[in-house]
Antibody, heavy 124, light 112 residues
Framework: EVQLVESGGGLVQPGRSLRLSCAASGFTFDDYAMHWVRQAPGKGLEWVSGISWNSGSIGYADSVKGRFTISRDNAKNSLYLQMNSLRAEDTALYYC?????????????????WGQGTLVTVSS | QSALTQPASVSGSPGQSITISCTGTSSDVGGYNYVSWYQQHPGKAPKLMIYEVSNRPSGVSNRFSGSKSGNTASLTISGLQAEDEADYYCSSYTSSSTFHVVFGGGTKLTVL
């Protein structure tokens, strides 16, 4: 069974850092691009960042560029999101998602599956 | 990046058909056949319903179909059922910057 399990969320003060992890299983991890998508409470989906199979292509939403860093460790079947200089508006449920078919950064076949999400709350 | 434009809400009666639109630009929806649609029930993770404009993943009912014309993509649900009541999001690859995906604001479907 293809599965993604996020961890690392929690309550953090503004300006501090947090590192999210996503453990993948049930598929050949280094065959696919991976992404982070977030959803603020009661709001819609927002794409945060994506990384190609070999980390050669990376993208960020303007709202997080310069503060967040995506990375992956194919040997550990894991995806990461380092979040620095956190703001109240970063409060959200963060989902890890696998591109259904694409490995690189110049295509998008849809996100399937998604993890269950990890909640990040930025508050003093 | 600007979000894709979806109606905030749509509704229909059981058995009817509804269509949800998703309007973008030539840099996203109109420029690529990389449009996806997601269904999200309250408290659940999104589920992929349509990928690459009109393809259904395995296990998704054939009552769900997707299409595109110019800068506007559409999701049609035929034979509405109570369990179709959910939020629906469109998304597209965008050339606005390196390796970017953009979502629509979401549409709440109510089955009357």
């Amino acid at each position: 069974e293809v599965q993604l399990v996020e961890s690392g969320g929690g309550l953090v003060q503004p300006g501090r850092s947090l590192r999210l992890s996503c453990a993948a299983s049930g598929f050949t991890f280094d065959d696919y691009a991976m992404h982070w998508v977030r959803q603020a409470p009661g709001k819609g989906l927002e794409w945060v960042s994506g990384i190609s199979w070999n980390s050669g292509s990376i993208g960020y939403a303007d709202s997080v560029k310069g503060r967040f860093t995506i990375s992956r460790d194919n040997a550990k079947n894991s995806l990461y999101l380092q979040m620095n200089s956190l703001r109240a508006e970063d409060t959200a449920l963060y989902y890890c998602a696998k591109d259904m078919d694409c490995s690189g950064g110049s295509c998008y076949s849809g996100f399937d599956p998604w993890g269950q999400g990890t909640l990040v709350t930025v508050s003093s | 990046q600007s979000a894709l434009t979806q109606p905030a809400s749509v509704s229909g009666s059981p058995g009817q058909s509804i269509t949800i639109s998703c309007t973008g630009t030539s840099s996203d929806v109109g420029g690529y056949n990389y449009v996806s649609w997601y269904q999200q029930h309250p408290g659940k993770a999104p589920k992929l319903m349509i990928y690459e404009v009109s393809n259904r993943p395995s296990g998704v009912s054939n009552r769900f179909s997707g299409s595109k014309s110019g800068n506007t993509a559409s999701l049609t649900i035929s034979g509405l059922q109570a369990e179709d009541e959910a939020d629906y999001y469109c998304s597209s690859y965008t050339s606005s910057s390196t390796f970017h995906v953009v979502f629509g604001g979401g549409t709440k479907l109510t089955v009357l």
